[in-house]
């Protein structure tokens, strides 16, 4: 596996991956990306039926801890259980529940993928889910290595500043994705000694993936104010 990227990456970060080539990086830093999927790239991607046939399989394994909304409240709103996990995803799960792909979250439908140990932590005795409670298993998490082992077409291209496959031209300026690439290419490369060095390298990402080029004044102004950010986050 490549030292470049990180050992776990969230389903999101995997799904970005297959479906636009973003590889991933540190969820700290996907977090300030906002980089989302749509509908079309989930229905059109064979890689990504693949990779939930695996899961549902049991030949590829995730793991994710527990969030649970309680009847009445904010379903997209779910509170995280930190005191246990994170659990491995049961296999079953991916037959019965349904993926929020943008929050790596798998509803939890059946009673009986809920671990043991959520009934102990809430003081809740009898059935969660049929007193209008949902749980979700959230963030889901893979493990690099076994994606690339599964799918190692995504060993290629090398370059954080990947070429976006052809799963329909997406807005003329997709600033979530540029900042996604942006934040891949500095894990890849480290911060870089100007802020020419990563005007150059994005400029030629805008040209892969969108045909064009913003103007240079804008191009510059973001990547100024990412890198402002992006050392203020991680104190360089």
Known sequence: MSSELPDQISLA???????????PVPERL?????ARL??????????LRRLLALLADGELTATARISVVYEGEDPLAP?????IGPFEV???TWFTGEIRWNASALEIREGFDLPPELFHTLNFSGDFLAWGNRAFFQPVMLATEEVLSALPALNSPV?????????GRPAKYDWPDFYAAAAAWIYES????????????????CQNNWDTEPGDTELKGRIR???????????N
């Open 190 to 205: 480290g911060i870089p000694k100007t802020q020419a060095d990563m005007v150059k390298a994005m400029a030629q990402w």
């Open 159 to 167: 370059s954080g500043a990947a070429v976006r496959p052809n799963v």
């Open 13 to 23: 970060q995997v799904a970005l991956w297959i479906t636009r080539g973003i590889r």
């Open 79 to 83: 509170t995280p259980v930190a005191q």
């Open 90 to 92: 049961p296999a079953s």
């Open 38 to 47: 749509d509908e079309n790239e989930l229905g059109s991607s064979e890689n």
């Open 30 to 34: 996907f977090a300030g990306t906002k």
């Open 225 to 235: 104010r990412f890198l402002d950010r992006f050392k203020k986050e991680v104190g």
